[in-house]
């Protein structure tokens, strides 16, 4: 499983990270630190993943293929 953070979208609510640490990482402004890149997400934290995905305000998350 792969997921995009979108860097115009995110606005630094950190649902993600609280959610899914092991998968979304903030960087010191609070904003998610992959944002504009795709990352794999680590094997058994795709349920994780998902999660802070759904619970992103601005739908910032995004899987992709
Ligand atoms: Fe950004 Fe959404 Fe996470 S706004 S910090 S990707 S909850």
């Known amino acids: 499983m792969k997921v995009e953070i979108d860097d ?3 606005s ?3 649902r993600c990270s609280i959610l899914a640490p092991e998968v979304y ?3 010191d402004n609070g904003y998610n630190a ?3 890149q795709i990352i794999d997400v680590p094997a058994g934290y ?3 993943a998902a999660l802070g995905m ?4 601005e739908a910032a ?3 992709v293929d």
Do not use: F, W
Not at 54 to 57: D, L, S, Y
């Open 8 to 10: 115009q979208l995110c």
């Open 12 to 14: 630094g609510h950190g």
């Open 25 to 27: 990482r903030l960087d």
């Open 34 to 36: 992959d944002r504009g």
């Open 46 to 48: 795709e349920a994780a």
């Open 54 to 57: 759904r619970n992103c305000p």
């Open 61 to 63: 998350i995004n899987a």
